[in-house]
């Protein structure tokens, strides 16, 4: 089993930034892939950004730009830094890890709320 602990969300004015943070704990081996996405009322849960260990880094293209993804695999935690922020990345943040490999697993933290407000 992993457990994810997400921190750092919360209400920032239109052109701020945050910080979410996702630390994994628990049965970490051969992690495939760490990435956060989002899920705004009423619509579906979508990719911000991930990265897939050994291959790539990806973004949706809403974010290019002002959003980084990070990875600090000593300490098994995902950062999303995200910058100049808008009133369209309200959402629940969540943090996805996938783990294994034949089979792999998919483990998704709790969220947290990210509130832009105009």
């Known amino acids: 089993q992993v457990q994810l602990v997400e921190s750092g969300g919360g209400l920032v004015q239109a052109g701020g930034s945050l910080r979410l943070s996702c630390a994994a704990s628990?049965?970490?081996?051969?992690?495939?892939?760490m990435g956060w996405y989002r899920q705004a009322t009423g619509k579906q849960r979508e990719l911000v950004a991930q990265?897939?260990?050994?291959?790539?880094?990806n973004y949706a293209d809403s974010v290019k730009g002002r959003f980084t993804i990070s990875r600090d695999n000593a300490e098994n935690t995902v950062y999303l830094q995200m910058n100049n922020l808008n009133s369209e990345d309200t959402a629940v943040y969540y943090c996805?890890?996938?783990?294994?490999?034949?089979?792999?697993?998919?483990?998704w933290g709790q969220g947290t709320q990210v509130t832009v407000s105009s």
């Open positions: 628990g049965s970490i081996f051969r992690v495939k892939s």
């Open positions: 996805r890890v996938i783990v294994g490999d034949s089979p792999s697993y998919q483990y």
């Open positions: 990265i897939i260990t050994g291959v790539s880094t």
